[in-house]
């Protein structure tokens, strides 16, 4: 009686390990297609045949370049007149970088 307890009791063990392998090996084929998805949209995106949101993407980042360009060398200005101004360009380049990364950050998610 003993050898059947034990006996059944590694069948059931047996069982549990198949099914957790199996439930881990699923997991791990949905995240592996999840990022095969996730890969071929980015591909999509940017890949050489996407050359509208190419562009698009250049001409606002040459747009965000000049107006950060733009806003530098008036504040640069405003310092050489007046000690105070550094604050201020303190605090927007810290309010910039700011709002830059909450930019990208939504169009990721």
């Known amino acids: 009686?003993?050898?059947r307890d034990i006996k059944h009791q590694l069948q059931d063990v047996g069982t549990q390990v198949g099914e957790r392998a199996r439930q881990?090996?699923?997991d791990a084929g949905n995240t592996a297609q999840t990022l095969l998805d996730?890969?071929?949209h980015?591909?999509?995106r940017f890949g050489p045949r996407s050359k509208?949101?190419?562009?698009?993407?250049t001409t606002t980042a040459e747009d965000i370049a000049?107006?950060?360009n733009?806003?530098?060398r008036?504040?640069?200005r405003q310092v050489n007149r007046h000690p105070a101004a550094t604050v201020a360009i303190v605090a927007g380049t810290i309010g910039a970088f700011l709002l830059l990364r909450r930019a990208f950050r939504s169009d990721d998610d």
Request: hydrophobic share 20%; no cysteine.
């Open 1 to 3: 009686m003993r050898d």
């Open 24 to 26: 881990y090996a699923d």
């Open 38 to 40: 996730r890969g071929r």
């Open 42 to 44: 980015l591909g999509e």
């Open 52 to 57: 509208r949101y190419s562009r698009r993407l």
């Open 66 to 68: 000049d107006e950060a």
């Open 70 to 72: 733009y806003h530098y």
């Open 74 to 76: 008036r504040l640069r």
